[in-house]
Each structure stands twice: as C-alpha cells, then as structure tokens.
C-alpha cells in the first residue's frame, strides 16, 4: 500500500520560510517523478513544482526563484524549500507520485498560512 506523508506545514510571516517534507512509502520511490499541489480557498488545485526521477526541477512561474523540490532518494522523501514566502502562497499543500505521466497516489496535505 502506497502512502505519502506530507509535513513542515505551518504559519510564517511575509517573508520568511517554510520547508515541507512528503515521506513516501509501499513503493520504489527513486523510479517516480514527484509532484508538489496547492489548493487555496475556492480555487483549484495548482501544480507548484514537480522533479523527475532523475532530478530535473520545473516550477509554476509564480514560484520561481523562491521555491526548490529536491529529493532525497535513501529517505524516500521529497522537499519543497519555500523561502520569500507571500500571503498568496497560503494553500494547503500536497505531495504526489506520478505515474504514467499523471498523479496517482496523493498525501493527506499540509496547510501553509503566510500572514501579511
């Protein structure tokens, strides 16, 4: 059974940082691309950042610069460093496992307020 445990969550000013941490379980994590989601309020699930099996990074333009994934493959986790956090970043945030070019296996989500 494929789990995903997303933490690192929290409130921070404008500003500051946040790293986020998504432990992988019941799977070869190494071979898979990752995926970090948001979702804020009445607004739709928005991919943030996605790194493939072998290390190579994409980003949504509104984070670039500001955010890095990074995986650590002996640990089976997957990070995202938020650094220059703005209240629009405030979502719930999610990891996930991508398989065959689409995001099968989901964290329960971690909730990131960034307060002005």
């Known amino acids: 059974q494929v789990q995903l445990v997303e933490s690192g969550g929290g409130l921070v000013q404008a500003g500051g940082s946040l790293r986020l941490s998504c432990v992988v379980s019941?799977?070869?994590?190494?071979?898979?691309?990752m995926r970090w989601y948001r979702q804020a309020p009445g607004k739709q699930r928005e991919l943030v950042a996605r790194i493939s099996s072998g290390g190579t990074t994409n980003y949504v333009d509104s984070v670039k610069g500001r955010f890095t994934i990074s995986r650590d493959n002996d640990k089976n986790t997957v990070y995202l460093q938020m650094n220059s956090l703005k209240p629009e970043d405030t979502a719930v945030y999610y990891c996930a496992v991508v398989v065959d070019y689409d995001p099968r296996y989901w964290g329960q989500g971690t909730q990131v307020t960034v307060s002005s």
């Open positions: 019941g799977m070869l994590f190494r071979f898979y691309p």
